[in-house]
C-alpha cells in the first residue's frame, strides 16, 4: 500500500508542475517585457545556472 501511496504522489506532483509551467508560460506571454530577446537569453542562462546547481547539489552528497 505505501508504494501505491508513493506513485499517487509523484503522479501528483508532475500533473501540477505541468499545471504550474502552463500558468507561468501564460502569464510570460501576456507581459511584454518577457517578448523580448534579451530577455529569453537571460532567462535561458539562468535556467542553465540553476540547473547546474541544482544537480550538482543532488549528485554530490554532503
Known sequence: MEAFKHIVLEL???VSGVL?????????????IFNQV???VIL???GIIFSIYAV????HAD
Open 56 to 59: 550538482n547539489k543532488l549528485t
Open 12 to 14: 501528483l506532483l508532475i
Open 38 to 40: 534579451y530577455v529569453h
Open 20 to 32: 504550474v509551467f502552463r500558468s507561468l508560460w501564460y502569464l510570460m506571454d501576456i507581459i511584454p
Open 44 to 46: 535561458l542562462v539562468m
